[in-house]
Structures are given as C-alpha cells and as structure tokens.
C-alpha cells in the first residue's frame, strides 16, 4: 500500500513538472512571437546579396532606410582599408554607416600572376576613429568609449553632440575576433524620439558569423536560452 502511494506522489509530481516546463515553453514563444512582431514593425529586412551576407553579418536596418547606396555616404575611404563600408539612408530623418573587418584565410595568388598588395591596415577602432573625426570634425576620444549591452551583443559606445544631430558609434568585436564592425548612425536632433527605439532594435537583432548564418537562412540568432552561440563572440572592443 505505501509502495502504491508512494508511486502515485511521484507521478503527480512528474506530471506537474511537466505542466509547469510546457506552460514556460509556451510563455517563452509567446514573447519571442511578440517580439518578432516588434521588430519587423520597426526594422526593415535584412540587407541580403551582397558584401554583408558574403561575410556573415546580419543586419536590418531601422524602418524606412533604404540601402545599401550604391556609394558610401560617409566619406571617400581608401580603397581595401575596410572590407565593408556601406550606408543605409531615409532621407531628412537618419543614417546608418556600416564599416567592417572580416579576417578570412588567404588565398594564393594564381601561377603568373603576382598578387597585389592590400592597403596597410591599422587598429579598425583606431581607424574608425580617425574617420569619424574627418568626417565630422569631432574631437573623439577612444578612451571615452562605454561598454553597452543589447540582448547577446556587446559594444563600445560614443555619442556625439554636433549641434543639430546627434551621431551615434557602436563598435563591435575585439581585437582578437575574426569580426569587427562599426554602426554609424546619423540624425538630426528632432528626430531622437523616432529614431532612438528603431536603433535600439536594430543593434538587439544584429549578428555576425554562425549566428548570422542561421539568422539569413532564416532561423534564430540565439541558441535556446538565450545564449549567444559558441562561435561568435561577443566581447568587447578591446583598445
């Protein structure tokens, strides 16, 4: 009789556990749902055929941006000094200025034909920098960078007060990771309150290397749990 009794408590309790697991797992997908909702709301698709894809790094822009153009907006950059340089534009309200390193095995250059050389290459935040300062006659300061979190990503953040915009960098990757990102975005001070959320979702839902190659084909840039997947790493700039 105990044995009996004994066995039905622990059935109860099996059965309860699994009640509670499935009502967690439904919770669960109801907020991913609701998030997916959110973003596609307010990020366009992601920028797909072309160097981003090629080299693994998913993004989607903030809603109304169209892009990329067809020249970089920012400023004339040196040929081979990033692999990426990509803008992102709606008109009169932002812009998003994509700079990018992928380190990749090197191919051998073929029978006969000598291979050229790339551009010399210095620190890619220091390099990023140094454009930004160019380009907006900005005194930035690397050292002046915060760390910020959003969702699985990392970055270094700087904004920049220029009277009537803000612009804002976000700096990806460190010194060690195969790849290293920049996120420009540029507008005018009226528009903070449109912009600031689309930007904010823009930076949650942004992945590169394994992450970005399950995201393009259409699956989740996150393992279950939440947690960023082993490949890619997500760790700081380190300057």
Not at 180 to 197: C, H, S
Not at 214 to 228: D, I, L
């Amino acid at each position: 009789m105990k044995r009996l009794v004994a066995t039905a408590i622990g059935a109860v309790f099996v059965i309860g556990c699994g009640t509670q697991n499935y009502e967690t797992r439904l919770e669960r997908t109801l907020e991913h749902m609701k998030y997916s909702k959110r973003l596609n709301e307010n990020l366009t698709d992601p920028a797909t055929k072309g160097k981003l894809e090629e080299l693994q790094i998913f993004l989607r822009p903030p809603k109304d941006m169209t892009g990329p153009t067809q020249t970089f907006q920012m400023a004339a950059v040196e040929p081979g000094r990033f692999d990426v340089e990509s803008t992102f534009m709606e008109p009169e309200k932002q812009s998003l200025h994509v700079l990018a390193r992928v380190d990749r095995p090197k191919t051998a250059a073929k029978k006969g034909v000598p291979k050229a050389e790339p551009p010399p290459r210095g620190d890619f935040a220091a390099d990023v920098v140094e454009l930004v300062k160019n380009v907006y006659g900005a005194d930035v300061d690397i050292t002046k960078f915060k760390e910020e979190k959003k969702e699985n990503n990392t970055f270094k953040h700087l904004q920049l007060d220029l009277q009537a915009k803000y612009v804002q960098i976000y700096l990806y990757g460190e010194k060690s990771s195969p790849h290293k990102v920049a996120l420009v975005f540029e507008y005018p001070k009226a528009e903070r309150n449109y912009v600031d959320p689309k930007m904010g979702l823009c930076l949650e839902s942004f992945a590169v290397g394994e992450r970005a190659r399950r995201a393009f084909a259409g699956g989740e840039t996150e393992v279950e749990g939440g947690e960023p997947a082993a490949e890619d790493s997500s760790e700081p700039v380190a300057f």
